[in-house]
């Protein structure tokens, strides 16, 4: 049997307890990182917008999104840094929103970016302006065909479709001479005098 002072002890000594542990989960809940999962992978206007460009690929190209630059091009050794390189790095705009690559091979096509115009206070519409030549300028001088095309709520699939079968045509534009013979046409021998 135990005693009339042992009951309050083991009160008292069961209260510690409880409290340690509650102490002790408290800390260890502190301690924990805290994340949150995101809803959507890209922003509402890419996902309007990514719509839009399914239906105008059909089955011809697979679309990739928000690839980081790194991924389609990769600066040459040179000596320095890049401005170009630097300044989209910089800006942690160091991705292409949207990247067509062939079906039968996933090889890349094109790359593609929306240009916002609308709602860009004058600073920001020079820095977003200034980001989207430099992702031009790198894409022209690597050889990646990329499609600027303005956002906006709606976009015709032929406008996607035409965009995209000019930036990947791979031949060169043949000019249909009056005998019938096909020729390519080299517009900057054209500019040569002679």
Not at 12 to 28: A, D, F, K, S, T
Not at 43 to 58: H, N, V
Not at 137 to 144: F, K, P, T
Not at 152 to 172: C, H, K, N, S, T
Request: proline residues 7%; charged residues 25%; neutral net charge.
């Amino acid at each position: 049997m135990s005693s009339p002072l042992m009951t309050p002890f083991l009160i008292v000594i069961g209260g510690i307890l409880i409290g340690l542990l509650v102490r002790h989960l408290q800390r260890r809940e502190r301690g924990r990182l805290s994340y949150a999962r995101q809803d959507f992978l890209m922003p509402p206007e890419d996902r309007l917008f990514y719509r839009s460009l399914k239906d105008a690929i059909g089955e011809d190209y697979v679309i990739f999104g928000r690839i980081p630059i790194d991924d389609l091009i990769t600066p040459r050794g040179h000596s320095g840094s890049d401005p170009l390189w630097d300044l989209l790095s910089d800006q942690g705009n160091h991705h292409v929103p949207f990247v067509l690559c062939r079906n039968e091979d996933l090889s890349i096509a094109c790359a593609i970016q929306l240009i916002q115009h609308r709602g860009v206070s004058k600073g920001n519409k020079k820095q977003r302006h200034n980001l989207e030549a430099a992702l031009k300028s790198i894409c022209v001088a690597a050889g990646l065909p990329l499609i600027q095309l303005e956002a906006g709520p709606f976009y015709d699939r032929l406008d996607i479709q035409e965009a995209i079968a000019e930036a990947v045509r791979r031949e060169p534009l043949f000019i249909t001479e009056t005998d019938g013979r096909k020729e390519p046409k080299i517009t900057t021998l054209d500019r040569l005098d002679p």
